[in-house]
């Protein structure tokens, strides 16, 4: 009887090792947020200024001088290709109800454009980036919805 609750206490402490183990794999696999905020803090510069999502004419995305906006909303960007010229501005304005991550492709690496990654922006905020110097096609998508997906033309 004694031998049983030895072998059935083996088998329990394998189980709690193995969970264990499984559970670091995992944590260490996932991205983290503060490194991936760390590693493109450089290239965004976030502007808390809130958009009007009450009047549908302002919220479209838009070139306005200089600056061409790309606008999210709760089903997606609103145009999801754009034309921008080679080192313009970009910005990005959050007018859905979650938070969203413009990052670019490749889904989840992001290493396509380094510069079109920006940090999470939370309902109401945006926040802007130089685009590429290189003429080309761009692909973007937000990285916590990447069904959400778009291009970026640059000429």
């Known amino acids: 009887m004694e031998k049983k609750s030895s072998k059935l206490g083996w088998v329990i402490a ?3 090792i193995v969970l ?4 670091a794999v995992y944590a260490l696999a996932m ?3 503060k490194s991936n905020t760390e590693s493109t803090a450089g290239s965004t510069s976030s502007d808390s ?3 009007d999502t009450s009047n549908p004419d302002t919220s479209v995305s838009s070139t306005e001088g200089n600056i061409t906006q790309i606008t999210f909303r709760d089903d997606g960007f609103v145009k999801p ?17 979650n938070d969203m991550q413009f990052s670019s492709n490749d889904h989840p690496a ?3 454009e380094p510069a079109l990654n920006l940090d999470v922006l939370a309902p109401g905020e945006s926040a802007s980036f ?18 959400f997906t778009g291009t970026l033309i640059v000429e």
């Open 81 to 97: 290709v754009m034309t921008v010229k080679a080192g313009s501005t970009v910005r990005v304005a959050n007018q859905s109800s």
């Open 130 to 147: 130089t685009a590429p110097s290189t003429p080309g096609e761009y692909g973007f998508h937000d990285h916590i919805n990447d069904q």
């Open 14 to 16: 394998a189980i709690v």
């Open 31 to 33: 991205p983290s947020e």
């Open 20 to 23: 264990g183990i499984g559970a």
């Open 49 to 51: 200024s809130s958009a």
């Open 110 to 112: 992001h290493t396509d």
